[in-house]
């Protein structure tokens, strides 16, 4: 079994205006929120806008990401938004640093 200790993997909660979550994972935050916030990624988060990165946690254990984003998945809505005032309680946009042309008027 090999292990891949050089690559990272980020479980990241985004919101929208309205506060709709949406849990997902990826090898790459940065090039993911690129993604999402410029509509490249059909579905749930373009058609809801939700392109504002509420939470993120990080792990160099791809089964470990991939079991904690099925984890807070299922989680009622209460604990998820507990989970992201612990550590953002202004529910600030993490990535807006990132890409602040593409967060204008979000």
Known sequence: MTTQRDHQYYVYI????????????????????????????????????????????????VEAAIAREKQIKGWRREKKVALIEASNPQWEDLSLAWYPSASQGQ
Do not use: I, P, W
Request: glycine share 4%; charged share 25%.
């Open 14 to 61: 985004l919101t929208n205006r309205s506060r709709t979550l949406y849990v997902g994972v990826t090898n790459d935050l940065e090039r993911r929120m690129y993604e999402h916030k410029n509509k490249l990624l059909s579905g749930f988060t373009s058609k809801y806008n939700v392109t504002q990165l509420a939470h993120f946690e990080e792990t160099s254990d």
